[in-house]
Each structure stands twice: as structure tokens, then as C-alpha cells.
């Protein structure tokens, strides 16, 4: 058996990402830039206010009397008379700051007369200086200035900041097609009762939500029986429409087990089968052309484990990701002691309460409670016996 950072470097080593296009920029959540986005105009465009209050000029807060106002800017409506020295302009915050103004004086600081015009407060003419409460044109970026470079994965505020800048549509890597086969005689539908020696068919949805948590697309999920024909023609569909392959079951040893010889019979390269990992020992990965096909362990925990490690770093590569694809690690302390074994790393299944990491009661590979409450897998080395209560440990976030 290889071990998991092997295999995850044999599995990554030969992948590039998809090809790149063009998607509104409403489309693009969960994209990765194909190229880097520059400015096509600077922001603000001109300098704007950032307190409700006063345009004026510095010579006239530093005087004496009251001061007219000449006029309003407000978000959308700027001031745009010639400026008069002396007066003032009303602003409402984001407005523009009309040309001959030099500060804002904020309208805390101002009493307004019975007449219409102002009196300014002592603490104005106190903190006066040119600029005050100004954002200035440009503040935010310039005229193509960068924005955000390629390999970047797009959220809220990447999106924001590319609308801001211009961008209406965004190159972007193509999302990666991928398709699942959830192979055994034992899976019935969704939601109808199983009878003894069944089980619900769980694992294509499952996975079909991981797919689209780590950027990728599903193009068919099927149930496959244990007949040699059936996994046949349904892998030859799979490999005409998807660029990953994730079966689910039938990756072991047993006389039912046939996803391993179908993927063989469909002239697939063979990078690895069976990893030192617990859950998700039984778990393949074979090319077939340019279809990457994982083969994933038919319990649930050990199909999520094995999604998580393998199956969502393949992903993330494909759909563009310039970092490390692989989960995200960080150390932590544990709360509550934890076994290991012998010959394989154990990935324990584990939530946070804030401060420490709470490994979950059961670890059986085909509980389904305990997956729902996972948020992350506590790492344990091959040959650890035990890590105590309180000990340092390595852990990695669930795609969710």
C-alpha cells in the first residue's frame, strides 16, 4: 500500500487545469480566474466624501461669521456650479466633493441659523486641515491597476471588487465534469424503506454536494448493480461526458467487487490502489485518456475521507486552484484522547467547540450521524498508539 502524501503526489503530478471562459460576472461564484484582471477605470472616479456634513474650502473654516451654502451634492447628484468662495455646499456621504472644495467639516460640527447658513463649532476649525473626511479619486485602485491575479478563487468579495473595477464578464477555468457511479446490488432509492441486507443509495448525493463545494460540476449520478455488463456500459458513459470519474463501492477485494477489472477493461492507467489510511483504505485511482477516475470505498465515511484527500484536490487543480489543492491543515489541541494504528494513518472524524478539536464517539465507518457532525479530520501517524487529551495535534477542514 502507498501512503496518503504519496499518494496524493503521484495522484496530482501529471494534472493541469481546464481550459478557460468567458461567464458573466453574476455566474462566476466559486470560479478560479483564468488570467489576471486589471482596472479599467480608477475608483473612486473622483474624490468623494465620507461624512454626511460641509464642502468648503480651508480659508473658510479658518475665518470668521457665518457661511452660506451655495448648493447640495448627494450620492448620484453632484454639485456642479461653479464653485464661490466663501460658501459652503451641503454633502451627503459617497457624494461627490465638488472642485473648489478642500475638506468636510462634519455636520456634528456645524450649527445650522434661522437664516439657512452656518456656523461652524469650534472643534471644526480645531481638527481643519486639506483632506479631512476626503476619500480621494483613486483610493481604492487606479486605472489598470491589478486586481486580482489568475488562480484566484472567486467569492463575495472578490466578485465585489471585480464588478467594481469594470469587469462585467470574467475569464475563468472551465468547472470540472465530473460523473458518479454508486455500484452494489444492496443500494435502493432514496426514500424508500430498506429491506434487510439494503441500504439507501446516500453516497451519490453525498458526494454530488462535495463535487459542487470544491468547484466542480456533476453531470450524471447513477445507481450501477454488480453485473459486469452494467458497470461496463455505465463506466463508457461516464468517460464520454466527465472529466473525473468518482465511483462509489466495489473498490475492494471481494467476489462483488468489480469497479477495479472494469477500469482495467476500459484500458485504464493504473496510478494507485489501496492507501495506509484508515477510513478508506480501498480507494483507486486510474486514468483513462484525459478522465481522471477515483475509486472511492462504499461506506460512507471512508467515501467522505477519501473524497476529502483525494478526489477534492484532483478538483481543485482541474478548476484552475494555483495553491496547494489538498485540505486545508492547521494545528490544534485535542480535547478528548484518540487511537491510532499500527500500519496506516487514522483520519478521525471530529467537530471544534471553540477551542479544542472534539473527536466524534463513533468512528465506525458506516455511521451516519457522525458525518453529519464532522467538521474536520484529526490526522493520527501510522504507528501512534494514542494521542492524549491536551496533546498537539494536525488536523484538516472537511469540504462542506
Not at 447640495?72 to 457624494?95: D, L
Not at 452494467?230 to 473498490?251: E, F, N, P, Q, Y
Not at 486552484?321 to 478528548?336: E, S
Amino acid at each position: 500500500m502507498i501512503d496518503v502524501d504519496a499518494a496524493q503526489a503521484r495522484l496530482l503530478a501529471s494534472l493541469t487545469s481546464l481550459a478557460s471562459e468567458a461567464v458573466p460576472l453574476v455566474a462566476a461564484d466559486r470560479r478560479v480566474l483564468a488570467c489576471d484582471h486589471a482596472a479599467r477605470w480608477q475608483l473612486p472616479v473622483a474624490p468623494t466624501s465620507v461624512m454626511d456634513g460641509y464642502a468648503l474650502e480651508l480659508a473658510t473654516v479658518r475665518g470668521d461669521g457665518p457661511i452660506a451654502i451655495a448648493g447640495t451634492s448627494s450620492a448620484g447628484h453632484p454639485f456642479t456650479a461653479p464653485w464661490i468662495a466663501g460658501t459652503a455646499v451641503r454633502i451627503a456621504t459617497g457624494a461627490v466633493v465638488p472642485n473648489g472644495a478642500e475638506l468636510v467639516v462634519a455636520q456634528e460640527d456645524v450649527r445650522r441659523r434661522d437664516d439657512g447658513r452656518i456656523e461652524l463649532l469650534d472643534d471644526a476649525r480645531t481638527h481643519a486641515r486639506a483632506g479631512r473626511f476626503v476619500r480621494p479619486a483613486g483610493a481604492d485602485f487606479e486605472r489598470d491597476a491589478p486586481l486580482l491575479p489568475a488562480g484566484t478563487e472567486l467569492a463575495a468579495a472578490e466578485l465585489a471588487l471585480l464588478g467594481a473595477g469594470g469587469h462585467a464578464t470574467l475569464e475563468v477555468h472551465r468547472r470540472p465534469r465530473v460523473a458518479i457511479l454508486s455500484n452494489g446490488d444492496e443500494l435502493v432509492a432514496v426514500g424508500q424503506p430498506p429491506a434487510p441486507g439494503f441500504v439507501p443509495s446516500t453516497n451519490g448525493t453525498m458526494l454530488a454536494s462535495l463535487v459542487r463545494a470544491v468547484g466542480g460540476e456533476v453531470v450524471e449520478s447513477v445507481e450501477v448493480p454488480d453485473d459486469r455488463g452494467a458497470l461496463d456500459r455505465a463506466l463508457a458513459s461516464a468517460l464520454a461526458r466527465a472529466d473525473v470519474v468518482l465511483t462509489s463501492g466495489g473498490a475492494s477485494v471481494g467476489d462483488h467487487d468489480l469497479v477495479r477489472d472494469a477500469l482495467r477493461r476500459a484500458d485504464g492507467d493504473e496510478l494507485l490502489w489501496g492507501v495506509a489510511m484508515r477510513p478508506g483504505k480501498p480507494t483507486g485511482a486510474v486514468r483513462v485518456g484525459a478522465v481522471t477516475c477515483i475509486a472511492l470505498p462504499g461506506n460512507p465515511a471512508s467515501s467522505l475521507v477519501a473524497f476529502a484527500l483525494f478526489a477534492a484536490p484532483v478538483l481543485r487543480v482541474l478548476a484552475g486552484v494555483r495553491g496547494d489543492p489538498r485540505p486545508p491543515a492547521f494545528t490544534a489541541v485535542l480535547g478528548a484522547a484518540v487511537e491510532g494504528e499500527p500500519r496506516r494513518e487514522h483520519f478521525v472524524r471530529a467537530g471544534f467547540d471553540g477551542e479544542r478539536v472534539v473527536p466524534l464517539p463513533d468512528q465506525r465507518s458506516g455511521n451516519l450521524r457522525s458525518i453529519a457532525r464532522a467538521q474536520l479530520l484529526v490526522r493520527v501517524p501510522a504507528g501512534v498508539a494514542t494521542l492524549p487529551a491536551g496533546a498537539a495535534c494536525r488536523c484538516l477542514r472537511l469540504p462542506r
